[in-house]
């Protein structure tokens, strides 16, 4: 459990850092919401895989493979399709956005539909469909921790240490705007593919070099 944790914590500690170094003061609300527009295909890139995949891939869709089945295969033409449809949309949005001064979604969509009262419609919409999102992430976080503590918090404990760990996290979120999110997801995102990949990498060569894991060692009636 001190070791899990201890990890954890090392981690949060070094996106910290990395978040104050980086630290910018924002000029107005337009900085603080998007990022001044500033950042390039890489952090827009890591920022995208960081939000789709830790919640969508691991959580919902993991989640509806162990209770469905087959069915949730359409993710994989449901994920291509998104992309696609982001590759087209993306360069438009940007300059819409740029040259009116476009905020949020709800910005977006009243330009498209030259409506105010879409903005307040999309406003709320937006924060109700966050809620079940919202308390998914926080369970599937507790759910986490309790295996992290290594059956020592009960479900519930653990879902309030997750809770106090998000609240902690939202301070620098709060403070840096999208910037500080875009910065701390690309900082993870090198933590998970590329040292993750890497683990990876390292205990299949273990496996094979050192314990001579192999296909053929497997029971020919499988």
Known sequence: MIITFGALAAFFVVIVVILQLSKNKDRNFTDYAVGGRSFGARY??????????????????????????????????????????????????????????????????????????IRTIAGVIGIVSGIPWLVLGMQALGTLFQYMSLGSLTFYNAVIVGVAVIALRQIWTVRMGMSGVVISDFAQGIAAYIGGGLILAGLIGWMW??????????????
């Open 209 to 222: 070099l050192a314990r001579g894991i192999t296909f053929d060692t497997l029971d020919p009636k499988l």
């Open 44 to 117: 827009q890139a890591m920022s995208l895989l960081n939000t789709w995949y830790p919640g969508s891939m691991f959580t919902a869709f993991g989640g509806m493979a162990a209770a469905s089945g087959v069915i949730s295969f359409y993710v994989l033409s449901y994920s291509m399709l998104m992309v696609v449809l982001l590759y087209f949309m993306a360069k438009p949005v940007w300059t819409w956005g740029k040259t009116f001064d476009l905020r949020t979604q709800p910005d977006l969509l009243a330009l498209r539909f030259n409506s105010r009262n």
